[in-house]
T-cell receptor, first 112, second 112 residues
Framework: KNQVEQSPQSLIILEGKNCTLQ??????????LRWYKQDTGRGPVSLTI?????NTKSNGRYTATLDADTKQSSLHITASQLSDSASYIC???????????FGKGTRLSVIA | DVKVTQSSRYLVKRTGEKVFLECVQD?????MFWYRQDPGLGLRLIYF???????EKGDIPEGYSVSREKKERFSLILESASTNQTSMYLC???????????FGSGTRLTVV
């Protein structure tokens, strides 16, 4: 069954600290994996996209990793800011013209 | 940048009303999607359309219908709104099978 599991479900960290969010998937055949940031009351916005051959990709303070062998991805946030408070959703795309498979998201709260 | 516009940010409707949620994209994208997002369940696909006049059921189509008379507009219709359709509704579009998804800002629908 094609599934995407994210952990933790929620996370609270102090401003300035780092954190890592996890994503495990069983989607096959794999095409790519995206991390989205969704602010409260807004639609998801893409942070990174990773294909099978990519191990690491950065977007500012966000760094995503992908291990296609173990079917795991992580999103590392460095020097967190209050504006990082949001839900982070891992989304995996299968090859072919098929719908996306969404994780349920990790709710991150950054507090002062 | 592609813009996906959902006509209403917030809607409150009564049980039994017919509800139209409108979504417009401005970049000539072929594919459009409607999702609902509920706490603990993540995003679930309701309907999608790969071309004008074409529609396909997603994972949870019951109680919904869609209309795509023009390429840029994809409407979600609740024929007779019920309280269990209270949710955040997200529209997305992509250029074609190889394209990335762009999400609208969402419509928070409350059915009372």
């Amino acid at each position: 069954k094609n599934q995407v599991e994210q952990s933790p479900q929620s996370l609270i960290i102090l401003e300035g600290k780092n954190c890592t969010l996890q994503c495990n998937y069983t989607v096959s055949p794999f095409s790519n994996l995206r991390w989205y940031k969704q602010d409260t009351g807004r639609g998801p916005v893409s942070l990174t996209i990773m294909t099978f051959s990519e191990n690491t990709k950065s977007n500012g303070r966000y760094t995503a990793t992908l291990d296609a062998d173990t079917k795991q991805s992580s999103l590392h946030i460095t020097a967190s800011q209050l504006s990082d408070s949001a839900s982070y959703i891992c989304v995996v795309r299968r090859r072919g013209n098929t719908p996306l498979v969404f994780g349920k998201g990790t709710r991150l709260s950054v507090i002062a | 940048d592609v813009k996906v516009t959902q006509s209403s940010r917030y809607l409150v409707k009564r049980t039994g009303e017919k509800v139209f949620l409108e979504c417009v994209q401005d970049m000539d994208h072929e594919n459009m999607f409607w999702y609902r997002q509920d706490p603990g369940l993540g995003l679930r696909l309701i309907y999608f359309s790969y071309d004008v006049k074409m529609k396909e059921k997603g994972d949870i189509p019951e109680g919904y219908s869609v209309s795509r008379e023009k390429k840029e507009r994809f409407s979600l219709i609740l024929e007779s709104a019920s309280t269990n359709q209270t949710s955040m509704y997200l529209c997305a579009s992509r250029l074609d099978i190889g394209g990335g998804y762009t999400f609208g800002s969402g419509t928070r629908l409350t059915v009372v």
